[in-house]
T-cell receptor, first 112, second 114 residues
């Protein structure tokens, strides 16, 4: 995970927006992903963005990509207590097998 | 059927035991993966099977032995483990081993080695 950096914790109030940030180092990354992991569960792919896109919106989720700064963010609108989980950013570089490089994960805590 | 199942959900074993973890998918995926995840850490890749053949072994100790009996099943045989091997073991599968194929993860087996 050392090529993909994330802050470890984020705490928000229910109903507010959450923004989880990620930086990556490999400028040749083709896909960037956000995974969600609830306690005791496996990883669920939430959304992904191609490297030639700046933004992708999917219901309450908005992904922003700044290729110049190698910065990726995930915004969750109207955050709910059910959104409490660990969120992993991951990148895939071209070629080879589908083996994403994961960040260390951001633990999102949503307070009622 | 769009899920990856893993059994058992929890496993406690001694250092001299032999046990196996099982993973199954019926999505017709031809690539399957084992990951190890310690608490508060990202998953670490252990093995990749592509078309039922081992294609990647990330220098995993021989006390972990993977097996892919057919395209739907993936096992991880455990023998003489150490307490530091305690972790969540995640299985994943994808349509193929290359390109942009999404990985589907199972819920994991929580392993405790005493």
């Amino acid at each position: 995970g050392e090529d993909v950096e994330q802050s470890l914790f984020l705490s928000v109030r229910e109903g507010d927006s959450s923004v989880i940030n990620c930086t990556y180092t490999d400028s040749s990354s083709t896909y960037l992903y956000w995974y969600k992991q609830e306690p005791g569960a496996g990883l669920q792919l939430l959304t992904y963005i191609f490297s030639n896109m700046d933004m992708k919106q999917d219901q309450r989720l908005t992904v922003l990509l700044n290729k110049k700064d190698k910065h990726l963010s995930l915004r969750i609108a109207d955050t709910q207590t059910g959104d409490s989980a660990i969120y992993f950013c991951a990148e895939k570089i071209p070629g080879g097998s589908y083996i994403p490089t994961f960040g260390r994960g951001t633990s999102l805590i949503v307070h009622p | 059927d769009t899920e990856v199942t893993q059994t058992p959900k929890h496993l406690v074993m001694g250092m001299t035991n032999k046990k196996s973890l099982k993973c199954e998918q019926h999505m017709g995926h031809r690539a399957m993966y084992w990951y190890k995840q310690k608490a508060k850490k990202p998953p670490e890749l252990m093995f990749v099977y592509s078309y039922e053949k081992l294609s990647i072994n990330e220098s995993v100790p021989s006390r972990f032995s993977p097996e892919c009996p057919n395209s739907s099943l993936l096992n991880l045989h455990l023998h003489a483990l150490q307490p530091e091997d305690s972790a969540l073991y995640l299985c994943a599968s994808s349509q193929g081993p290359t390109g942009d194929n999404e990985q589907f993860f199972g819920p994991g087996t929580r392993l405790t080695v005493l």
